[in-house]
């Protein structure tokens, strides 16, 4: 570590060394699990560029060049850097295609059987402002499912929420994107990132998510780019994703409704509530 005559917060000079985001390396620093000139850190400690700091007893280095990479992430592995239970991660499929590298962190979690646009990198002042609840940052998916959701339905997804174990999960938008065989596809554009939010949504409404495809992260398409198959961001890209995070940053915060709705707990697929007898003859 270099240096310097202003102090920097630990957290912060951590994620720029691509340990994780601030807020991971603050739950690292709570843990126990950096240690600087020797001894455990705190959240909130400030460096000033002599210290010796470690992290699980290895050397933390300074980042010499950023990284960015898209990975189009198949159904099966697992977003984590050690599984306890020795399954597939995104690491061990990265690394059968050529990709080695454990020091990339990956930017919003996808679950094992979701699939699509995962952007991985070592900038630790992006991961925060991409993942940071505040930022807002748009995300898009493709959704495969049995039934026809009913426009009535759709609206009520979108404006109120359903309530799914205590959360009030709403989406931005979703639009109808065709049928295929006896399926149906929809686009929702997510602005959150609550644990399978999509996933719970449609439990809400009754219906099961057969497919679930992440297709744009922030202003990064997934296009093209086969399943499985990793790039390079372009400097437009990155430069696109830095803007996004400070942009929404620099928003003013919204003021709360005057009155807020109540969100719709049980509706049946026709969007309508379920009446008195409806919900009496389930008894």
């Not at 000079?13 to 705190?42: F, M, P, T």
């Not at 460096?47 to 159904?75: C, N, Q, S, W």
């Not at 059968?96 to 699939?115: C, H, I, M, N, T």
Request: proline fraction near 5%; include cysteine.
């Amino acid at each position: 570590m270099e240096q310097n005559n202003e102090s920097t917060r630990i957290n912060r000079y951590l994620a720029s060394c691509g340990i994780g985001s601030r807020r991971d390396c603050d739950a690292y620093l709570e843990q126990g699990l950096i240690r600087v000139n020797g001894e455990i850190a705190k959240p909130g400690d400030r460096l000033f560029g002599t210290e010796d700091i470690t992290f699980r007893g290895e050397p933390v280095e300074p980042m010499k060049a950023k990284e960015y990479f898209l990975y189009h992430k198949p159904k099966g592995p697992i977003c984590t850097a050690r599984d306890p239970q020795g399954r597939e991660t995104i690491y061990d499929s990265l690394k059968a295609k050529d990709l080695d590298a454990p020091y990339l962190k990956y930017v919003g979690r996808l679950d094992l059987a979701s699939e699509g646009a995962l952007i991985l990198t070592n900038d630790g002042d992006m991961l925060h402002a991409l993942t940071h609840p505040r930022f807002q940052i748009k995300k898009v998916y493709q959704v495969k499912v049995e039934k026809l959701i009913p426009d009535e339905t759709q609206r009520m997804i979108v404006e109120d929420g359903v309530e799914s174990d205590g959360d009030i999960l709403t989406v931005g938008a979703i639009r109808y994107k065709g049928a295929e065989d006896r399926f149906h596809w929809y686009e929702l554009d997510l602005y959150e990132g609550k644990n399978r939010q999509i996933r719970r949504v449609f439990e809400a409404i009754g219906l099961e998510v057969k497919r679930l495809i992440r297709t744009q992260f922030a202003n990064i398409k997934l296009r093209d780019l086969p399943v499985g198959e990793y790039r390079l961001l372009e400097e437009r890209e990155v430069q696109g994703l830095v803007g996004k995070g400070h942009e929404v940053d620099r928003r003013p915060a919204k003021k709360p409704a005057s009155k807020p709705r109540s969100p719709i707990q049980k509706r049946s697929l026709t969007g309508k509530p379920k009446s008195n007898r409806e919900r009496d003859s389930r008894k």
